[in-house]
């Protein structure tokens, strides 16, 4: 029970660590150790070290006694839109700095428990305000932080099961440029608030061989309402509210020990952006009331291969690769997430010295040049309907780091 006392009041502390510096960057992130994200986060089927408390928590019957781990994904994207008028918008860069930590203590040989704090979700873009698309978005900033604790059962030698429940708290800013008649000129619009919301989790881990095992993980929508205030600076603000659905995520593993030292994997997963249909404000503010936002996502799919290879009892390689399809329709893009099918590539490393591990690993993302001809985001109240045309580029560099410790 002290090991167990220890563990949360270290989870605690870790929060506090890392809540001024959590910053995420696009809206679902996957990557969420380093250990996993060396192998571009196919890990389903695997799920051996204290990460798998998100990837597939079944997987921590696996793990002995009382083990912690803690580290950050740093995030470096590039955006840039040719505009139809020949023309270039780039959007700011910098490092964004998403955390990760979890704990795992078996409690006994059928019962084992795991805790895990992290950011599964997340939106960080910023594009000037003398853009081309700046009456439709400028600043974007959404920040989401899971606290999820989870108790997984060991049915046989070669079946577990987990479940847990989620816990999200969600802030959001929002910002673009908007024109007012009266003194014909743009001023800072924003909308800003707090929810959070709870969901659930389901896990099972099914070893089909001493080599072979597959892995499927479902996490829940998760239902937010978000209380804040909405204005154009210098000109009117009141409160105001939406709701936001975070989509539901299941993952298919499957994970084969092709020798003592090769470990293959490959993952298929699924996630619901149809959940993401509108955002509607209500305000009493007639400026901001009722304003809509019609999104209309679509469910897509994602597939993940990767592999670890152990050179030594202190070293691992890994390396991975994958693919994300894109949600964002044509019809309805737009510049607070400039989205489009993701292709990735990965390496990384292990190296543990006694009960201590550390894990490194890179991914570098392509986002498929978009053309966007006729997106209906900027047709309403806009004083330039044409501005989100034109040609759209983008990558993403990934560095995650992760120090694990058994006790």
Request: glycine letters at 8%.
């Amino acid at each position: 029970m002290k090991k167990l006392l220890c563990v949360l009041a270290l989870s605690a502390v870790s929060l506090l660590m890392f809540w001024s510096t959590v910053y995420a960057a696009g809206f679902a992130l996957p990557e969420q150790s380093a250990s996993a994200m060396g192998m571009s986060s196919a890990f389903t089927g695997q799920a051996d070290d204290a990460s798998a408390v998100w990837y597939n928590p079944a997987g921590i019957t696996q793990l002995d006694g009382t083990r912690i781990s803690g580290g950050l994904v740093a995030i470096y994207p590039t955006f840039t839109h040719e505009n139809v008028d020949g023309t270039t918008d780039v959007g700011e860069r910098g490092w964004h700095y998403p955390m990760d930590f979890y704990a795992t203590h078996k409690l006994n040989d059928r019962f084992s428990f795991g805790f895990a704090i992290n950011n599964p979700f997340g939106l960080s873009t910023n594009w000037s305000k003398t853009s081309e698309t700046k009456e439709v978005a400028t600043l974007s900033d959404i920040k989401a932080t899971e606290f999820n604790p989870n108790v997984a059962v060991k049915v046989n030698d070669r079946f577990s099961v987990a479940a847990g429940i989620a816990f999200v708290s969600l802030d959001a800013s929002l910002k673009n440029m908007q024109f007012v008649p009266g003194p014909n000129t743009f001023f800072d619009s924003r909308l800003s608030g707090s929810g959070n919301g709870w969901g659930g989790n389901v896990a099972a881990l099914y070893k089909i061989s001493d080599s072979l095992s597959t892995g499927l993980s479902y996490r829940s929508r998760v239902h937010i309402k978000v209380d804040g205030t909405a204005e154009i600076a210098g000109v009117t603000s009141g409160p105001a509210s939406t709701k936001l659905t975070l989509p539901d995520l299941a993952q298919l593993g499957v994970s084969y020990k092709a020798s003592d030292k090769l470990t293959l994997n490959v993952d298929l997963g699924y996630t619901w952006w149809s959940t993401y249909d509108k955002i509607v404000i209500s305000s009493n503010n007639a400026t901001f009331d009722q304003k809509t936002y019609d999104k209309e996502w679509k469910d897509v799919w994602n597939v993940r291969i990767g592999g670890q290879y152990k050179l030594s009892d202190e070293w691992k390689l890994r390396a991975g690769l994958q693919y994300d399809q894109n949600p964002v329709p044509d019809a309805h893009f737009e510049t607070r997430v400039p989205d489009s099918d993701r292709y990735g590539v990965s390496v990384g490393t292990g190296y543990t010295v006694g009960n201590l591990t550390v894990d490194l690993a890179y991914l570098y993302l392509y986002i498929s040049t978009r053309h966007i001809a006729d997106s209906t985001a900027d047709d309403t109240g806009m004083t330039n309907t044409n501005a989100l045309n034109g040609t759209y580029k983008a990558d993403v560099h990934v560095v995650a780091v992760n120090v694990g410790y058994k006790f």
